[in-house]
């Protein structure tokens, strides 16, 4: 249902919601009218018993109809209201232990679909209670194709946000390397995964990577993936994505109170991963190769020996890094060397990167440095229009910059853009579609972004 708005007496009922609202003789809007003051944007109510075939039905707040595209950053609230709504509207029902929900599109079925699959989502694996798994099903829409690519984006971010949400002892280099193994086999005839090892990064010298990786007894996984949707001749478009299993600091230890994140810092990694994914179950007519670094980073005595190479590195660098916990723009520094072999038509890496991003922009926007206004403008529209994931600020903060400046080094291609998302990694309340947890973000936004490259051709 839409807030009242302007001239009107009440707010009114979605087109899916007349209908059913017909179907059952006026008593859906009837209830609502005598069972308290209009429904606020994301807030819900349940009715019992007025269809027979739908024993509980939630009515959730939508904002107001003539909400679009707003502000500066031309955000599309009408989309996210929606995804807001709906994911309201079906953990209500998921507290109730029902099963199986059929979701009004709203006006935007792709949106719906997020909103539904995003909110339900919570990662249970460990434990004894696990909330009630609901099934979703598109209600009085004829937009399938819509309801279905949502599905599959949304199905990609709850990947990342599983992957990132694991603990450290559970998502190994190599268990995050199988399990991608596992996510992809069904997309065989377009996907080549290749596992690197150890001696392959020796064979490429590898050095500032093999450095890091020293900090742990867990084998280091270099992991390539080539999801082939478009003529070998095309140009591919390049992600790289930071795979830190676990980031403790090393001798420049970090605070033990919030150490336990630090199994997020392969959110780059898992993003990355789960938009290859879903590009693959869209199908989508592109070429992407996905260069995924995956080391874990915790054992301190080991470290130390480690770190030293590591400083060694950094001095030579010329970016004057003195703090053992820079770890991951030296892994990128080789994958972007490496991954210039490709030929890319854009690169786009993706890390949980610096500290200080969380201090620039907080929870409300991922961190984006490029050397191409194209790129910019590209990533900025997929975002502001479809998938709501970041955002560009005027301040920023020293540390995020150096770090984008000593990466920007090792990189000569025109189209390359890096992507802070320390501090979109987890989810408090920031996002409503999102529980409290590991977020996931920005798999839609990489997603929208490879399907916009591959439709321009
Ligand atoms: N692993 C990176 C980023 S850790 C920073 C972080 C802060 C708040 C929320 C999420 C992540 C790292 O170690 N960077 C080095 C640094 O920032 O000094
Ligand atoms: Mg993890
Ligand atoms: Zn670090
Ligand atoms: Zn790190």
């Known amino acids: ?89 079906c953990r209500t029902l998921q507290e109730l232990e029902v099963g199986h929900v059929e979701v009004d599109d709203c006006g935007d079925a792709k949106s719906a679909a997020e909103g539904a699959v995003l909110g339900l989502f919570s990662y249970d694996e460990l434990k004894s209670k696990k909330k009630t798994r609901v099934t979703s099903q598109l209600h009085g829409s004829a937009d399938v194709d819509g309801w279905k690519k949502g599905i599959i984006y949304a199905e990609g971010q709850n990947l990342a946000r599983f992957l990132m949400e694991a603990p450290a002892n559970r998502i190994t280099p190599t268990a995050f390397a199988n399990t991608m193994e596992e996510r992809l086999a069904p997309h065989a005839e377009r996907v080549t995964i290749k596992k690197r090892s150890k001696a392959w990064m020796e064979e490429q010298q590898m050095g500032a990577f093999l450095s890091v990786a020293r900090g742990s007894e867990e084998p280091p996984v270099f992991l390539e993936l080539h999801y082939s ?54 199908k989508l007519p592109v070429n992407i190769v996905g260069g995924l670094l995956l080391i874990p980073f915790c054992q301190c005595l080991h470290f130390y020996c480690a770190q030293t190479n590591i400083l060694h590195v950094c ?8 703090n053992t916990d820079a770890e991951g723009r030296l892994i990128l ?9 490709f030929n890319p038509r854009a690169i786009v890496n993706v890390a949980t990167l610096t500290g200080a991003m969380d201090v620039a922009l907080g929870s409300a926007a991922t961190g984006v440095f490029t050397n191409s206004d194209w790129l910019w403008e590209q990533l900025q529209q997929v975002d502001r229009n479809l ?71």
């Open 315 to 322: 001095a030579r660098s010329r970016s004057g890094v003195d």
């Open 387 to 457: 998938t709501f994931e970041h955002d560009n600020y005027e301040g920023s903060s020293g540390g995020a910059c150096t770090a984008a400046a000593f990466l920007r080094e090792f990189v000569t291609a025109p189209h390359w853009a890096h992507l802070d998302i320390a501090g979109v990694m987890s989810n408090k309340d920031e996002v409503p579609y999102l529980r409290k947890g590991m977020s996931g973000r920005p798999t839609r936004t990489l997603v929208e972004f490879a399907a916009r490259l591959a439709h321009s051709g």
């Open 1 to 89: 249902v839409f807030e009242k708005d302007g001239e009107e007496e009440s707010g009114h009922l979605t087109e899916a919601a007349a209908r059913f609202d017909q179907s059952v003789s006026g008593k859906l809007s009837e209830l609502l009218k005598i069972s308290g003051p209009g429904l606020k944007k994301g807030k819900s109510r349940l009715f019992y018993g007025i269809h027979q075939d739908f024993p509980c039905v939630a009515v959730v707040g939508l904002g107001k109809d003539s909400e679009g595209v707003c502000g500066a950053e031309k955000w599309d609230s009408r989309k996210e209201n929606i995804r807001q709504a709906v994911s309201a509207g």
């Open 333 to 341: 520094a080789d994958a972007l060397c490496y991954g210039h072999t």
């Open 229 to 282: 949707g478009s003529a070998d001749s095309q140009q591919p478009l390049l992600l790289v994505g930071k795979g830190i299993t676990f980031d403790s600091g090393g001798i420049s230890l970090k605070p033990s109170q919030s150490m336990d994140a630090m199994r997020a810092d392969m959110g780059g990694a898992a993003t990355v991963c789960a938009s290859i994914v879903a590009a693959a179950a869209l």
